[in-house]
């Protein structure tokens, strides 16, 4: 992302979210859209690549829900189930790296395609360490009220995610989705 000289990103993130809705602003999205799209930048940004819990208070409303972050389509409400999320994913993949590919807003809503890197070096989902580099994607819906987000509905490909640090099996033949059976 690129900001205009003398931009800085202060730990409220104001001149960050300021560059990015100017950003957003120019390729045409409203400005409630342009705001939204920031808001969700800031949170990838600090929340997860950063690791900054304390910001999950500050962007996410107290009576938030999450659908699809545990497994099978598991709902959390309020930041304290957010929370436990976080830090599982986190003392898992102490380097996690999220990369936005997509983002579009719509009104309320904000949808972002995104892809995670990390080292399993944590043992936070129950599975021993094992140095492993993984790669997975994710999507993400989520809608925005008064300023926060106040729900978000999630497809994380955590069966690819179990696979790579060995938590499941992988399967040794033909990709079963993509092959013709009888």
């Known amino acids: 992302m690129d900001f205009e000289r003398g931009d800085r990103v202060g730990s409220d993130g104001c001149c960050a979210s300021a560059a990015l809705i100017r950003l957003f602003r120019m390729n045409g999205d409203t400005a409630a859209e342009a705001e939204n799209k920031a808001l969700i930048q800031r949170w990838f940004?600090?929340?997860?690549?950063?690791?900054?819990?304390?910001?999950?208070?500050?962007?996410?409303?107290?009576?938030?829900?999450?659908?699809?972050?545990?497994?099978?389509?598991?709902?959390?409400?309020?930041?304290?189930?957010?929370?436990?999320?976080?830090?599982?994913?986190?003392?898992?993949f102490p380097d996690l790296h999220v990369s936005i590919e997509d983002i579009l807003a719509e009104g309320d809503k904000v949808a972002v395609r995104f892809s995670v890197e990390g080292t399993h070096s944590g043992a936070a989902l129950g599975v021993p360490p094992t140095g492993r580099k993984v790669r997975f994607s994710g999507m993400t819906i989520?809608?925005?009220?008064?300023?926060?987000?106040?729900?978000?509905?999630?497809?994380?490909?955590?069966?690819?995610?179990?696979?790579?640090?060995?938590?499941?099996?992988a399967n040794p033949g033909a990709d079963r989705f993509l092959t013709v059976h009888s």
């Open 45 to 92: 940004e600090e929340v997860w690549n950063q690791g900054r819990q304390e910001v999950i208070e500050q962007l996410r409303a107290p009576h938030a829900t999450g659908t699809g972050l545990g497994e099978g389509n598991t709902k959390t409400q309020g930041p304290a189930e957010f929370t436990v999320f976080f830090l599982n994913l986190r003392g898992t």
């Open 142 to 169: 989520t809608r925005i009220a008064g300023g926060k987000i106040v729900e978000g509905w999630n497809n994380l490909d955590q069966l690819g995610l179990l696979t790579q640090i060995g938590a499941l099996p």
